[in-house]
């Protein structure tokens, strides 16, 4: 038997010196059916942000040591998801002004009407509800575009796999043959049945049989870092921040898309001294991926001599910066200013559903980076990624190096 879930109620935390009036308030916040968690003072509601997550806050504006309106600015740096209600009986319309301006979601005189404050407070957890619900459809938009990529790359990843995967079944096959043979020859030399001469050919055997493993070995490493790739970039990652080397999750993005790009242009690495940056690994192998199959599917098949591009620097201020620049067919005026909209696409109907830049925009601006894009028609097309830095790390600058793909 189903049975259907509500989502656990909100919680709402009541900042006010006065008891009474903190009793009120819980009473109202339990009428619109959240949580109320009430704090006397500033200090204690800190403490309290540390445990839980808060939908909506009822601050009082005047308070004995930290006023609300202190506590608000803390607060929409530690919660800034969270929509506070400023309550005072002091109040005018300059406080008005400098209760939003630091972020406050509303702001109301006492004495109050309790239906009054009980609309608005339905209001704040409606809005951080939408915000909630926002938030998880397009955390499973992200996820599904990145599953679609690996529909896209699908083809490549079997093939890739399957060349390691021909020459280790084939020198299995031989090694089935071989050590039989071996053996019984070893046989024979023991009971000295065999010609001498039988007895140099052990090692040079015995070598072949050496170098065969090896290259086994290397097959299954190969196929094993394939799936490893595959499985880094295909899994529902939460949103956990890492520090992140942008050039191995550059490359790695490279080698993902390398059945797209090898009959079409060339590959030139142009990577030079970048910081660490605070990021989802999985997300920003993304983000790469997007940017380089797009580029590969931009190049025309005409038998020209193109190039993709990639460049890794550090920008004037520090921010790691990225580049990826194809000798495709650009992109047309007209359509510059929808890129990152969702669901437009230049693509023939079924090749592409118009989330791709759109979610890599997203990803960007959560890692609070930014994501841009110069095309001439005709020439080819840049896309240009900035990120803030978080460590520097320790990378002599490399040559400019073309691998042909």
Known sequence: ?????????????????????????????????????????????????TKHTFACALLDKNMPGESGLEFLKWLRVTQPGCNAIVVTAYGNMDSAVEALRLG?????????????????????????????????????????????S?????????????????????????????????GKALERH???????????????RLKAVESTLRDIREGAERVRHIARDVKAFAR?????????????VLDAALKMALVHIRYRARVVRDYQDVPLVLANEARLAQVFLNLVVNAAQAIPED?????????LWTGPNGEACAEVTDTGTGIAPEHMAHLFEPFFTTKPAGEGTGLGLFICKSIVDSFEGNLSVESCPGKGTTFRLELPPHVRAARAPEQLSAVAS
């Open 1 to 49: 038997m189903r049975t259907n879930t509500s989502p656990a109620p909100a919680t709402v935390l009541v900042l006010d010196d006065e008891p009474s009036l903190r009793t009120l308030l819980g009473f109202i916040v339990q009428r619109v059916g959240a949580i109320p968690i009430e704090a006397p003072d500033a200090a204690t509601a800190r403490q309290l942000a």
């Open 303 to 311: 038998g020209k001599d193109h190039e993709i591009r990639v460049r």
């Open 150 to 182: 690996l529909g896209v790359l699908a083809a490549g990843v079997v093939h890739e796999v399957n060349t390691p995967l021909a020459y280790i079944l084939s020198n299995l096959d031989w090694l089935d043959e071989e050590l039989p043979s071996l």
């Open 104 to 148: 406050a979601f509303d702001f109301l005189l006492k004495p109050f009407e309790v239906d009054a404050l009980e609309h608005r407070i339905k209001l704040a957890l409606e809005q951080w509800q939408m915000r909630q619900e926002r938030e998880r459809m397009q955390a499973m938009l992200v996820q599904a575009d990145r599953l679609a």
């Open 236 to 248: 529902d990652s939460d949103d956990e921040s890492v520090l992140v080397d942008p050039r191995e």
């Open 190 to 204: 023991g009971r000295r049945e065999g010609p001498a001469a039988e007895l140099g050919s052990f090692a040079e």
